[in-house]
């Protein structure tokens, strides 16, 4: 019969390393590769209203973040989120995001980023550590206004409790 044998050569397939590699390289977009990546990390770890990295980043009750001091700005005039004006209608619904800030400082700290951008960096970063701090006595002598801290203020409920419950037996 006239039927040709197919040559069959026989190769290794090819290692777990290289498939994920080809693979990669085959079905990842060109703006889904490294440097556009870190274009696009550099966008999301962003805040809306400065336009610079996220210090001390909070979250709002939309899923958008933003600086914890250019909310604080913001938001004595706006009660909305600055990025898709969605109202935030509590302001205790507004929390403080520690990963997305660990996130930002390992960003930031990378080798494509010169001392400078850093050092602008640090720099932001203590001022906003000083502006904390500096809402934090704020808060705690608001809370003191009455003469009575807050601890004292909890110690003397629970005086009356017991007197009550004394002068109810």
Excluded at 14 to 28: A, G, L, V
Excluded at 105 to 129: C, G, H, I, M, W
């Amino acid at each position: 019969s006239g039927s040709k044998k197919r040559s069959q050569t026989k190769s290794s397939p090819p290692s777990q390393k290289e498939t994920i590699s080809n693979s990669y390289e085959e079905n990842t977009p060109s703006e889904k590769k490294p440097s556009a990546m870190k274009s696009q990390l550099a966008d999301t770890i962003t805040c809306a209203i400065c336009m610079d990295f996220l210090v001390h980043s909070v979250n709002l009750p939309c899923g958008h973040s933003c600086c914890w001091m250019c909310w604080d700005e913001w938001s004595e005039k706006n009660k909305t989120c600055p990025t898709c004006r969605k109202e935030v209608e509590d302001e205790k619904s507004v929390v403080r995001n520690i990963c997305c800030d660990q996130m930002v400082e390992l960003f930031v700290n990378q080798d494509n980023y010169s001392k400078e951008e850093k050092q602008v960096f640090k720099e932001r970063k203590a001022e906003s550590e000083k502006f904390m701090k500096a809402k934090k006595r704020a808060r705690s002598t608001k809370n003191s206004t009455s003469g009575i801290s807050i601890d004292d203020s909890r110690s003397e409920k629970k005086k009356r409790r017991r007197r009550n419950v004394a002068t109810a037996q």
